[in-house]
């Protein structure tokens, strides 16, 4: 964290990702992510800014970007903002839409279940119910 925290931009030339966590790291550190439009990052670098995502392997644009990036680094908010960002994919606000996910598959597969798992807890099933835990 504390060297991610001394940086100013993460700059991500991958030519494949999956869901990038790097990206949603750095920007809990604070920092915008400048990176190539592939894979699950348009999921983790917000549309809007202050990251920008360009063409793969279009070189100028992603050196345009860094510049246009760097320029908004003096803005006050633009870290506030990528850590505002990140915060959307916390525990706290991914978890319950995991939950809520599973239990539309298990009732679409036939499975019973109870409505004590919406608590957010946790869940197992006992025979063709799903019943709460805790210890998650």
């Known amino acids: ?11 991500m030339t991958s030519a494949t990702e999956g869901l990038p966590a790097v990206a949603l790291a750095a920007q809990h550190c604070g920092l ?3 990176a190539f439009d592939v894979g699950g990052l ?6 809007a800014g202050p990251g920008v995502l360009v063409p793969h392997g279009d070189l100028s644009a992603l050196a345009a970007a860094v510049i246009k990036v760097s320029s908004l680094l003096v803005c006050s908010g633009v870290r506030e903002r990528c850590r505002a960002f990140a915060d959307g994919f916390s525990i706290e606000q991914v978890g319950p839409k995991y939950l809520e996910f599973y239990i539309q598959q298990l ?3 036939g ?4 409505r004590s798992c919406r608590s957010g807890y946790g869940c ?10 805790a210890g998650v």
């Open 111 to 114: 499975a019973g279940v109870s």
């Open 1 to 11: 964290g504390a060297i991610m925290r001394a940086g100013d931009i993460l700059l």
């Open 42 to 47: 348009r999921e983790c670098v917000p549309s």
């Open 107 to 109: 009732r679409r597969l």
């Open 32 to 34: 915008p992510v400048v």
């Open 124 to 133: 197992r099933q006992r025979g063709n119910t799903v019943h709460q835990y």
